[in-house]
């Protein structure tokens, strides 16, 4: 599916919102520790500065944008995989990016009763209370926790589902998070995972280069690395889930300038986190920057679009009951033999 979002002509969107009764819930302030046995991380290399991405999702929670529909659309995609499960997942838990978006549009999807909100940004955890008077979901617990995707405070087999929607692409040791899910998880609970591909803001990247070479004779990073597709299915195997599935979407996102891509950017906390990074952006190489992606880019109507690659990925923690391959070497009937019987002749 490609996407075709307009982010500001909102008269076309709509959302109905009505007051529910005031739900129990908590904030809490975790430690960092890990669902590891062995409490280690599975990677030395840090790529990203958290406590610098922490700070950027604090600056979000103000600068959020209500009903971002690019952020609702991908959200929906991810709970509709609820939908099309037959069992309930009673116990959620719902890690760190597009927490907002997910919590108001769980509706009744999965059978969840009780629901854990975690985010290391305490402002983005706030604003998430706050709003709960105004999501329509009924009869639903939820608990809010201050804490980080790399070390999960939670117990093993302590819930049913672990949602990330647009998070976890900015830790830096995402297989050993998503180990983490897949130990957090009861048998037979499923982890159902979003993250951005590395096709996002590929005309971006463009520009920016082209600016850079342009106006400085060199390159610096301005734009994180993210997974490959191809990625994707190897991360949910060396995490350990049984019955991976990825899938892909593009969406694809008008603004009227580049600064309003970058101000949307900002808004979701997706701006640059590296730690290799050069703090300061020449003022003359961000104007070429927005000239070139106009030049190159622009539609016919003036806006400039922004490709976004959402990977998504489900992967179940292994209970007797799923469905396993059969031990190499035990098949009884050979390809030849099938060919034979069935075969055109060719």
Same mark, same amino acid.
């Given at each position: 599916?490609?996407?075709?979002?307009?982010?500001?002509?909102?008269?076309?969107?709509?959302?109905?919102?009505?007051?529910?009764?005031?739900?129990?819930?908590?904030?809490?302030?975790?430690?960092?520790?890990?669902?590891?046995?062995?409490?280690?991380?599975?990677?030395?290399?840090?790529?990203?500065?958290?406590?610098?991405?922490?700070?950027?999702?604090?600056?979000?929670?103000?600068?959020?944008?209500?009903?971002?529909?690019?952020?609702?659309?991908?959200?929906?995609?991810?709970?509709?995989?609820?939908?099309?499960?037959?069992?309930? #997942?009673?116990?959620?838990?719902?890690?760190?990016?597009?927490?907002?978006?997910?919590?108001?549009?769980?509706?009744?999807?999965? %059978?969840?009763?009780?629901?854990?909100?975690?985010?290391?940004?305490?402002?983005?955890?706030?604003?998430?209370?706050?709003?709960?008077?105004?999501?329509?979901?009924?009869?639903?617990?939820?608990?809010?926790?201050?804490?980080?995707?790399?070390?999960?405070?939670?117990?093993?087999?302590?819930?049913?589902?672990?949602?990330?929607?647009?998070?976890?692409?900015?830790?830096?040791?995402?297989?050993?998070?998503?180990?983490?899910?897949?130990?957090?998880?009861?048998?037979?609970?499923?982890?159902?995972?979003?993250?951005?591909?590395?096709?996002?803001?590929?005309?971006?990247?463009?520009?920016?280069?082209?600016?850079?070479?342009?106006?400085?004779? %060199?390159?610096?990073?301005?734009?994180?690395?993210?997974?490959?597709?191809?990625?994707?299915?190897?991360?949910?195997?060396?995490?350990? #889930? !049984?019955?991976?599935?990825?899938?892909?979407?593009?969406?694809?996102?008008?603004?009227?300038?580049?600064?309003?891509?970058?101000?949307?950017?900002?808004?979701?906390?997706?701006?640059?986190?590296?730690?290799?990074?050069?703090?300061?952006?020449?003022?003359?190489?961000?104007? !070429?920057?927005?000239?070139?992606?106009?030049?190159?880019?622009?539609?016919?109507?003036?806006?400039?679009?922004?490709?976004?690659?959402?990977?998504?990925?489900?992967?179940?923690?292994?209970?007797?009951?799923?469905?396993?391959?059969?031990?190499?070497?035990?098949?009884?009937?050979?390809?030849?033999?099938?060919?034979?019987?069935?075969?055109?002749?060719?």
């Amino acid at each position: 599916m490609r996407g075709l979002l307009s982010m500001y002509q909102r008269s076309s969107w709509s959302l109905w919102r009505r007051t529910t009764t005031n739900e129990p819930y908590r904030i809490l302030l975790s430690g960092s520790f890990s669902t590891d046995p062995d409490g280690n991380q599975s990677s030395k290399v840090n790529i990203f500065d958290r406590q610098l991405k922490r700070k950027q999702r604090d600056r979000a929670a103000w600068l959020m944008r209500p009903n971002d529909s690019f952020v609702d659309a991908v959200a929906e995609n991810l709970l509709d995989r609820l939908e099309d499960c037959k069992k309930s #997942f009673p116990t959620a838990l719902c890690l760190g990016g597009s927490l907002e978006a997910v919590r108001r549009l769980l509706g009744g999807r999965g %059978g969840i009763e009780k629901l854990i909100m975690m985010d290391t940004s305490y402002d983005m955890i706030k604003l998430c209370k706050d709003t709960e008077k105004d999501v329509h979901n009924e009869n639903i617990e939820t608990s809010y926790v201050v804490g980080d995707e790399e070390f999960l405070p939670l117990k093993e087999s302590s819930v049913d589902v672990v949602l990330s929607c647009l998070g976890l692409h900015w830790t830096n040791d995402l297989p050993g998070s998503m180990i983490q899910c897949r130990l957090a998880l009861k048998p037979d609970g499923i982890f159902l995972g979003a993250i951005l591909g590395g096709e996002t803001l590929k005309e971006l990247r463009i520009a920016c280069t082209v600016a850079q070479m342009e106006r400085e004779g %060199g390159i610096s990073p301005r734009i994180s690395p993210l997974a490959q597709v191809r990625d994707a299915g190897n991360l949910l195997s060396r995490a350990g #889930f !049984a019955l991976p599935g990825v899938d892909v979407d593009e969406y694809v996102v008008k603004y009227q300038s580049a600064l309003e891509l970058i101000e949307h950017l900002r808004s979701m906390g997706e701006t640059n986190a590296l730690l290799q990074r050069n703090n300061m952006l020449n003022r003359e190489t961000a104007l !070429a920057t927005a000239a070139i992606y106009d030049s190159m880019f622009a539609a016919e109507d003036g806006t400039i679009p922004a490709t976004f690659q959402v990977i998504f990925m489900t992967g179940w923690r292994e209970h007797s009951s799923q469905q396993k391959a059969k031990r190499r070497g035990s098949a009884t009937v050979s390809f030849k033999d099938i060919q034979k019987k069935f075969g055109n002749g060719n």
